[in-house]
């Protein structure tokens, strides 16, 4: 079967996980993806958390599948001179450098439209033009100056941030959407364009809620928030939920770090709640019978219905509830979400194998393409690809032998 983006090539200068969130994604889409790699270091990630001595690390494998490797020096003269040619014959660059890294090596966009006008030069940087434009970013980072940070976790605790990655594969998510229109617009004008996205504009479109929020305080009290006092500014939520549904998580039996539940009341959802948890009076009490009655009285609510998860495991909490439509999700722990055989069986977790670190499990793709289903690979070994590619390139033997001998590759 063919893939979607079969006959796309993609430059891939991206490390650690931002860029090659994206790429990853495209590859799995159908690009042909050929990542550059610093010689004899690769990929920083390649040896960082590494749990199997000498192999590649999980964070290296687990972003990296469906990829060719291709070791080149980019400071020096036949490094740089092979990257030229790859631009040539790609359709897109992507790179996720500090500010100014590929500039210094003379690849500016100036340069890479003189290579390849059709081109797309797509980037990630930590921030968007302006006074931070120069300054490196990680995750929690763009996490911290995006918004997130400080409306998570509890007002009475220090900012947070979260375990999703949204600073980093948010990032790399929004890149692809990105370069897939720019890969579309090219098919009607011929040529390339920069695709740049900065990590904390992507994090702020993921908060663009709490930028709701904070025009809303200006109007009074933000009542499904559990702060008692406002101040100037969105409080951190707790569990509360970010949504006009108020939504809370509550304890379950037997009573262990993941035994929680989370509930969200819609409006329909609450006289067959009141009807599972045995208190049918409060479908028609005055003080709960609307959504606008129960928003000044929403730790209430929760607490009354907590009454009842308390009784419960959340698996039978989620039974219970989604016999009656109320929306609800247990807390699943890694180690649940891990073992859980549907999601092997429908492919979303596999199980590859890799020539230095044995077996191991890989989440794969999330989007699902009725026409251009994925076929998950393993990750590559530093510079597997550097001959095959420097072949297809057209070195011949000598060629690459000098291109060793100098240092480039
Ligand atoms: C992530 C980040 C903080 C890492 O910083 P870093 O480890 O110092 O890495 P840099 O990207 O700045 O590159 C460092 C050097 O490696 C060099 N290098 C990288 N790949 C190379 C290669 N194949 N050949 C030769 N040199 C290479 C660069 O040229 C640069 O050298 P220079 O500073 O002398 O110009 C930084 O890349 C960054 O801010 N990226 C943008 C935001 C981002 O994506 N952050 C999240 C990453 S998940």
């Known amino acids: 079967m063919s893939k979607a983006l079969e006959g796309v090539r993609i430059l891939d200068l991206g490390h650690v996980q931002a860029a090659p969130t994206a790429t990853q994604l495209l590859a799995w889409m159908g690009a042909e993806v050929i990542k550059v790699e610093m010689p004899g270091r690769g990929d920083i990630t390649r040896g960082q958390l590494r749990d199997v001595k000498g192999a590649d690390s999980l964070y290296f494998t687990m972003l990296n599948s469906n990829k060719r490797s291709i070791t080149i020096n980019l400071k020096a003269a036949g490094g740089k001179k092979i990257l030229e040619e790859l631009v040539r014959r790609c359709d897109v660059v992507v790179e996720n450098f500090g500010p100014g890294v590929l500039d210094r090596q003379g690849f500016t966009w100036a340069r890479f439209q003189e290579l390849n006008p059709r081109i797309i030069y797509a980037s990630i940087k930590g921030f968007g033009p302006g ?3 120069d300054f490196k970013a990680y995750e929690n980072v763009a996490q911290c100056m995006g918004g997130a940070s400080s409306t998570t976790g509890w007002e009475d605790g220090p900012p947070t941030v979260t375990g999703a990655q949204i600073g980093d594969s948010g990032t790399g998510v929004h890149l692809v959407a990105g370069i897939l229109a720019a890969l579309f617009q090219r098919e009607k004008t011929g040529k390339g364009q920069r695709v740049q996205v900065a990590m904390t504009d992507a994090v702020l479109n993921l908060c663009r809620v709490k930028m709701r929020d904070q025009q809303r305080l200006a109007h009074g009290p933000l009542l499904e928030y559990p702060s008692k006092e406002f101040g100037d500014t969105v409080p951190r939520a707790g569990n509360a939920s970010g949504g006009g549904q108020p939504g809370s998580a509550l304890r379950c039996a037997p009573g262990g770090p993941n035994d929680y539940v989370y509930v969200i009341i819609q ?71 891990y073992e859980d055989k549907e999601l092997y069986e429908r492919g979303y977790l596999v199980e590859l194998d890799h020539p230095t670190r044995g077996r191991y499990v890989q989440v794969g793709m999330p989007i699902q393409l009725s026409d251009s289903p994925p076929d998950i690979q393993r990750s590559p070994l530093l510079g597997e690809h550097t001959e095959e590619v420097l072949g297809w390139l057209g070195y011949d033997a000598g060629g690459i032998k000098a291109l060793h001998d100098e240092g480039a590759v």
């Open 131 to 133: 006074r931070y434009a």
């Open 267 to 337: 409006p329909p959802s609450w006289e067959p709640l009141m009807k599972i948890i045995g208190r049918p009076e409060l479908i028609t009490d005055p003080d709960f019978a609307t959504p606008e009655a129960r928003l000044p009285r929403i730790p209430e609510c929760f607490s009354i219905i907590e009454h009842w998860t308390l009784t419960k495991t959340k698996f039978e909490v989620m039974a219970a509830l989604n016999e009656a439509d109320v929306p609800c999700g247990p807390i699943l722990s890694m180690k649940d979400i």
